[in-house]
């Protein structure tokens, strides 16, 4: 899925919403726990149920990777769930030396066929390169985090500039507002009147709301431009609202709680 269809999905839908697939074997409803294909069944049971309200699904490959090659077995059986109307993210934050990156980037949108990936900046663009060389895929940089350690690095001054400014205005250049988007934390909302000043058209992946204690309504109101130029994450609130047998009809309640704030915030 290109970033016109993608806008097109988000229209037509009037949802912005993206929902994360972090899923933790350990917190599966305990009818799920013991199941060979717990992951499996859970997740196909969370798309189904939420796919009519969102317009994106992120495999967050760390919860993934961790269970070995059954972990990538799940990964990759997981996507194939996902309709192709979804833009898919695989949430792997990678960045490494050119010949490391193509590796990775072949990975994920050759063999596995994500649409997008998120990478650090923090080695520079011979890391980011070989994602922004293939066509029609996505490359998500890392701008302004919402954890504690963002303080650590993101928020000091370069200058007259804190690195995450620099980041924006060094990487944007780097590609278009096609094939460039730059993760921006909910919680950091405050700062997204600045970030669209630096980059007005690209999309905005932002975690951190509800769960984390980001707002919906800040974040909208802040970071939309005319394409609307967001996909909000919700994970936890989503996937975990319920812990019964009744897990995905809940889970899409809760989807459609977002899609619905969402479209009244579209105007």
Same mark, same amino acid.
């Given at each position: 899925?290109?970033?016109?269809?993608l806008?097109?999905?988000?229209?037509?839908?009037?949802?912005?919403l993206?929902?994360?697939?972090?899923?933790d074997?350990?917190?599966?409803?305990?009818?799920l726990?013991?199941?060979? @294909?717990?992951?499996?069944?859970?997740?196909?049971?969370?798309?189904?149920a939420?796919?009519?309200?969102?317009?994106?699904?992120?495999i967050?490959?760390?919860?993934?990777e961790?269970?070995?090659?059954?972990? +990538? #077995?799940?990964?990759?059986e997981?996507?194939?769930?996902?309709?192709?109307?979804h833009?898919?993210?695989?949430?792997?934050?990678?960045?490494?030396?050119?010949?490391?990156?193509?590796?990775?980037?072949? %990975?994920?949108?050759? %063999?596995?066929?994500?649409?997008?990936?998120?990478?650090?900046p923090?080695?520079?663009?011979?890391?980011?390169?070989?994602?922004? @060389?293939?066509?029609?895929?996505?490359?998500?940089v890392?701008?302004?985090?919402?954890?504690k350690?963002?303080? =650590?690095?993101?928020?000091?001054?370069?200058?007259?500039q804190f690195?995450?400014e620099?980041?924006?205005?060094?990487?944007?250049? +780097?590609?278009? #507002? @096609?094939?460039?988007?730059?993760?921006?934390?909910?919680?950091?909302?405050?700062?997204?009147?600045?970030?669209?000043?630096?980059?007005?058209?690209?999309f905005?992946?932002?975690?951190?709301?509800?769960?984390?204690?980001g707002?919906?309504? =800040?974040v909208?109101?802040?970071g939309?431009? &005319?394409?609307?130029?967001?996909?909000i994450?919700s994970?936890?609130?989503?996937?975990?609202?319920d812990?019964?047998?009744n897990?995905?009809?809940?889970?899409g &309640?809760?989807?459609?709680?977002?899609?619905?704030?969402?479209?009244?915030?579209f105007?």
């Amino acid at each position: 899925m290109d970033k016109k269809a993608l806008v097109s999905e988000i229209f037509q839908k009037k949802s912005y919403l993206c929902v994360g697939l972090d899923t933790d074997r350990s917190k599966l409803p305990a009818h799920l726990k013991e199941e060979k @294909d717990g992951i499996i069944i859970f997740n196909k049971a969370i798309i189904e149920a939420t796919k009519e309200y969102c317009v994106s699904y992120k495999i967050n490959t760390a919860f993934y990777e961790a269970r070995g090659l059954k972990g +990538w #077995e799940e990964m990759q059986e997981t996507l194939s769930f996902i309709p192709k109307k979804h833009f898919t993210i695989a949430d792997a934050k990678r960045g490494d030396i050119g010949n490391t990156s193509a590796q990775y980037a072949k %990975t994920f949108f050759e %063999t596995l066929d994500f649409d997008s990936i998120t990478v650090a900046p923090y080695m520079g663009e011979d890391s980011i390169r070989p994602f922004l @060389d293939y066509e029609n895929k996505v490359t998500i940089v890392l701008g302004l985090t919402s954890n504690k350690g963002a303080n =650590d690095f993101e928020l000091q001054k370069m200058g007259d500039q804190f690195l995450y400014e620099k980041v924006l205005h060094t990487v944007s250049k +780097w590609g278009n #507002e @096609d094939n460039l988007m730059f993760v921006v934390g909910a919680t950091q909302a405050h700062e997204l009147a600045n970030i669209r000043k630096i980059i007005p058209q690209n999309f905005l992946l932002v975690p951190g709301v509800g769960a984390q204690g980001g707002s919906l309504q =800040d974040v909208t109101h802040y970071g939309k431009n &005319e394409e609307i130029g967001l996909l909000i994450n919700s994970s936890r609130g989503i996937i975990y609202a319920d812990n019964s047998e009744n897990f995905a009809n809940v889970a899409g &309640e809760k989807a459609k709680e977002l899609q619905q704030e969402m479209s009244v915030l579209f105007s």
